[in-house]
Every structure is written in C-alpha cells, then in structure tokens.
C-alpha cells in the first residue's frame, strides 16, 4: 500500500487541490498453490488479511495530513502576500515611485486572506497561529469579574452557567474558601466541558476559557451566569461580558496613510512574516510526523513478482471451471484492438 500524493503549487497537497488516498498495488494479486484444494483456502486468507489491513487503516492520520498539507498551503500564500507587501513598503519608505494605491492594494489582499484563515486551514489553525489538527481551533476568553482573586475570597458560593439560552441545563461549580487555584480550575473545566467549554490556568496565574472557533460566536452571545447575590450581586441569571483573546496578526489595523503609519506597518508585516514561518515550521513537523505514522501503520504485504503473477494466471487459465473464466474475463477487461495494435508496434 502506498501514498499518492497531488502536488499543489506549495509542493504540498491542499484539500482542496487533492488529498493523500490510499491506493492498493496488491489488490489484484492472484494467491497460487499446489492444488485447486489449498488455493482457495489460502486466496481466503489474503484476501481476509487485505481486508483487515484496509479496515484497520486510521482514517484520523489521513485526516491529519490532509489538514496540515492544507494548512501549508495557505500559510506559504499568507507568506508570499506578505513578502509582496513588504517589498512595496520598503519601496515607498525609499521615495521610489510605484504604482498609485498598490500597497492599499497589498495590504486589502492580506486581509482577505487572513479572514479566510479558519476556512483556508480546515479549521486547524487558530487566531494565534497555533495548529491543532486532529482537534478543531480554539478560541481562548476572559470572563470579566471573573478572577482568580476573587474566586478564591469570600463565602462559599454556587455559580450555575449557561450556553445557548434558558433552555439549555444549567452547569455549576461550587466555589468555597481555601480552594488553589488548581482546584479552581479543575472544577470549572469539569462543570463546563459539557457546554463545550475548556479551562485552563494561564500563564500569569489567570482563568483562561476555551471553546472552538466554529462556537465562539454562541458562547459569546449567550453565556450568562447566575450565583447567590455575592459575585454577581442580582442573583438572577445574567448574561456575562467576554473577551476574546487578539489574534496574532491584526491587518485592519495597519495603516498608510503618513511615513509613520508606514513605518510602523512594515515594522507588524515583519513580525506578521515570522510568525508565518514559526507556524510553518511547526506544521511541517505535524505533517512529517503524521506521514512517518501512516507508514508505520501499513499492513504487512506479501510481495508478489510479475513472474509469480503470470504463473499464477497461466495454471488458473488451464483449469476448467468458473475460476478459469474468472481469471480471463478479469485480465481482458479494458483490452481493446487499439491497444493490442499499439502494443504490437512498440516491437
């Protein structure tokens, strides 16, 4: 069994431009043998070994790479948008002469592009440029007056939440004092992750929310909360404020419309680019590694020769039977007297 692969004009597949498939060179091995007797028995075992091999084959590597071949191709797009961008500001800053409105022009297609990026990828490559394949992007949130500090001061309380409005099943966490900020979190990631909300401890000690890109918009639209009239003073159930975390490349906010602006701009596309190729590097590595899987998760395959082919099609040829008309009527499937024509001529 082996990987073809279609090259794209990254020299990577997208999924889009053709996916890795799985193409099986054994299939039409006939299984010979002594006698008409141990043949069938031992075809029955090739063919029950294959299909093993085939439905033992892990759909979720295929998967992987199909996404981070996607993923590079749009990150060395993103890339080469970026460089042309680059060079035209350069251009400007050095009082050359260009085309009017060229790097508003670059500068637009970036943008496009980079609000494609979740499409573009699969899904696999979050605002932060971080890949996550098998798992889908996530979006990282605060809840605001939802800190580590005031979690861990005052009365015990109970806070239910909800996602997706009054019909959904409330989720609550039991929050009393003495509690690190470990346990915190654990009881939090627990009483969420139905709702499709992950918790997680952040790098300055503060709650870092989760949830997948694709839901983002729900969560934060119907996120509400309730508690006991301490933190959240109504006691009634009411909707949260959230912030989400800033994507890693901000185009809307470069601006050209001064030296400075442009300054500062070629300054963030510099940046921009080396982000680009830390997640390039990093999904590179992903592909690598998922394609080193696939071929160690091959089914062991009997090489079959040419010779061992033709023998094996010579003796069921000459055996009367259905097998005989099986093995003729397969091997003239597709013949044509064009092609014996042709063949005949190459001598």
């Known amino acids: 069994m082996q990987i073809v692969q279609t090259s794209s004009s990254s020299g990577v597949n997208a999924k889009g431009a053709g996916t890795a498939r799985v193409v099986d060179d054994a299939s039409a091995a006939i299984n010979g043998s002594a006698s008409a007797r141990s043949e069938a028995p031992a075809a029955k075992r090739s063919t ?6 085939l439905s033992n084959w892990d759909h979720q590597l295929q998967g992987e790479i199909s996404n981070a071949q996607q993923t590079l191709d749009y990150l060395e797009r993103s890339s080469s948008q970026l460089q042309a961008l680059k060079s035209e500001l350069a251009a400007k800053l050095a009082a050359r002469q260009g085309r009017e409105g060229q790097v508003e022009a670059r500068v637009r297609q970036f943008s496009n592009t980079w609000r494609q990026r979740a499409s573009a990828s699969g899904g696999t490559l979050d605002a932060q440029l971080g890949y996550t394949s098998p798992q889908a992007a996530q979006q990282n949130f605060s809840i605001r007056g ?41 009881r939090f990631d627990r009483a969420l992750m139905p709702s499709g909300i992950g918790v997680k401890l952040g790098e300055n000690g ?36 959230t912030d989400a975390e800033p994507a ?8 050209t419309g001064d030296v400075e602006a442009l300054r500062a701009t070629l300054q963030q596309v510099v940046q921009a680019l080396a982000q680009l190729q830390a997640a390039r590097s990093s999904v590179s590595l992903a592909l690598a590694q998922a394609t080193g899987r696939v071929a160690r ?33 397969s091997a003239l499937v597709g013949i044509s007297r064009e092609r014996v024509v042709a063949l005949l001529g190459l001598e």
């Open 248 to 255: 890693a490349i901000a185009p809307e906010e470069w601006n």
């Open 146 to 186: 939802l800190t580590m500090a005031s979690l861990q001061e005052g009365p015990q309380e109970v806070l239910a939440f909800s996602v997706g409005g009054a019909n959904q099943a409330l989720r609550s966490v039991n929050i009393e004092p003495g509690l690190s900020a470990n346990e915190i979190v654990s």
């Open 206 to 241: 503060e709650l870092v929310f989760s949830t997948s890109e694709a839901a983002w918009a729900n969560v934060r639209d119907s996120l509400s909360v309730r508690g006991s009239g301490i933190r959240y003073p109504t006691g009634q159930m009411s909707r949260v404020r």
């Open 297 to 329: 998760a091959q089914p062991v395959q009997v090489n079959v020769s040419m010779d061992t082919l033709a023998e094996n099609f010579t003796q069921k040829a000459s055996e009367p039977g259905y097998e005989s008309l099986l093995a003729i009527s």
């Open 48 to 53: 029950a070994s294959l299909q093993r091999g």
